[in-house]
Each structure stands twice: as structure tokens, then as C-alpha cells.
């Protein structure tokens, strides 16, 4: 027999679809491909909803489900990560050059992140792009808040000097 919903329950579920051009905005900075990110956000959503009673009402659901989609997008890099090792033993001898695309800021963006170090870009994406505090992006990212604004800042300092900027002092 089903379980009657709580309002918790319908709080959740109402909440859940607000969220989730957040969610595809960092999916699409994590995975650098569109359908790889939409993939990852359907993913994300039907965790969500399979662990809807371990969301707690009184904290974030939007960093709640940030920390579901790092996650998935961690345990599908570990598997493609697998893939390309099995595949390179494949096909050694064979390398495919990348295609060149047309300057754009938007290119020149997605160049300047592609500098940073995983743990950094991830940081900037959730502080600077998805417009999460410090506080939250530490809890998505599980580590202390401190860690994160020091990944910003080295994050934001590297972009500076890519775009050939003094850094400001603060």
C-alpha cells in the first residue's frame, strides 16, 4: 500500500523542477558536451526522487541535488576513464586530431577553464556560475569552506592571468 505523501514529500516535488536549469547549467560545465549533460541531469533527477526521504526539509535542496549530479558525473568519469584505457589498448597506434573551431568568447571561456585544475573549475562553476555560496558549494563538493574560497581564489586568479589581467588586491 503506498505511503501518503507529506508535505515534506510535496515540497520536495514542487520544488524540484525549479532547480533544474541550475542543474543543467552545471552539468553542461562538468561533462563539456550537451547531451552528456542532459543525460546527467535525467539522471540526477530520478536519484533524486529514488532518495527523496534522505532530503532533509530544512537545508538546500538545490545544493541536496548539486551534490547528486557530482556524484553520477564522478562515477560516469570513472567509467569513462575505464572505457578510454580499454580503448586505447585497442587502438594504439590511431590518434584523431580535434577539429578547430572559430574564436569566440564563449571558446575562449571554455579554453581559460579547461586550464584549471578540476577541483578549481568546479569551484568557480558553483560559486561563479551557478551562484552558490561558498558554504553550499563546500557541502556539494564535500570538503571545508575554506578549501572552496581558496579553489576560487586560485581560480580566479588563473583566469586573470589567462585574459592577461593585473589581479585586483582585496
Known amino acids: 500500500m503506498p505511503q501518503p505523501m507529506t508535505s515534506s514529500d510535496t515540497s520536495f516535488r514542487r520544488e524540484l523542477p525549479a532547480h533544474v536549469p541550475a542543474l543543467r547549467g552545471f552539468a553542461r560545465a ?3 558536451d550537451a547531451a552528456l549533460a542532459d543525460d546527467l541531469v535525467q539522471e540526477t533527477i530520478l536519484l533524486a526522487l529514488r532518495a527523496e526521504a534522505q532530503w ?3 537545508t538546500s535542496l538545490r545544493a541536496w541535488l548539486f551534490t547528486i549530479l557530482r556524484n553520477a558525473w564522478l562515477g560516469q568519469a ?3 576513464q575505464r572505457e578510454a584505457r580499454h580503448q586505447a589498448s585497442i587502438a594504439q597506434d590511431e590518434a584523431v586530431s580535434a577539429p578547430q573551431h572559430a574564436q569566440s568568447a564563449v ?3 571554455e579554453r581559460a577553464l579547461d586550464t584549471l585544475s578540476p577541483t578549481q ?3 568557480i562553476i558553483l ?3 551557478q551562484g552558490l555560496t561558498t558554504a553550499e558549494a563546500a557541502k556539494v563538493c564535500g570538503v571545508p569552506e575554506n578549501t572552496i574560497k581558496a579553489r576560487v581564489m586560485r581560480a580566479r586568479a588563473s583566469l586573470a592571468a589567462w585574459y592577461g589581467e593585473q589581479p585586483r588586491n582585496r
Do not use: I, Q, S, Y
Open 127 to 129: 560559486v561563479g556560475a
Open 107 to 109: 571558446t575562449e571561456l
Open 78 to 80: 570513472r567509467k569513462r
Open 30 to 32: 562538468l561533462a563539456r
Open 56 to 58: 532533509a526539509p530544512d
Open 121 to 123: 573549475r568546479e569551484a
